[in-house]
């Protein structure tokens, strides 16, 4: 069993910046890849960001490309999300989810582990 928790949510005007984390912990050997997801209320789950984190290779939604830095500390297990330039429509609860195999980094169905989730607003 993977546990994971998230933390750093909050709100910010449009323009500002978060700083997401997620600590993992538990029988961890095996995952490789980690990603962040978001849902806004009444749609469903996206994949924001995802990183391999044998490798450091990473995917982004078009949306966030530019704005969110994924990144993974080896050494802590943590996982986080750099959120810059924040829009509105970033709004919603975040999620970490970690996988031992993906084909689609993106794909919220191939992750097998997740977190509880941490509110982000963003207020225009």
């Known amino acids: 069993q993977v546990q994971l928790v998230e933390s750093g949510g909050g709100s910010v005007q449009a323009g500002g910046s978060l700083r997401l984390s997620c600590a993992a912990s538990?029988?961890?050997?095996?995952?490789?890849?980690m990603a962040w997801f978001r849902q806004a209320p009444g749609k469903e789950r996206e994949g924001v960001a995802a990183?391999?984190?044998?490798?450091?290779?990473?995917d982004y939604a078009d949306s966030v490309k530019g704005r969110f830095t994924i990144s993974h500390d080896n050494a802590k297990n943590n996982l986080y999300l750099q959120m810059n330039s924040l829009k509105p429509e970033d709004t919603g609860i975040y999620y970490c989810?970690?996988?031992?195999?993906?084909?689609?980094?993106?794909?919220?169905?191939?992750?097998?582990?997740w977190g509880q989730g941490t509110q982000v607003t963003v207020s225009s």
């Open positions: 989810a970690s996988a031992s195999s993906i084909v689609n980094p993106l794909r919220s169905n191939e992750y097998g582990y």
């Open positions: 538990g029988y961890t050997y095996g995952t490789t890849w």
């Open positions: 990183i391999f984190t044998n490798g450091g290779s990473t």
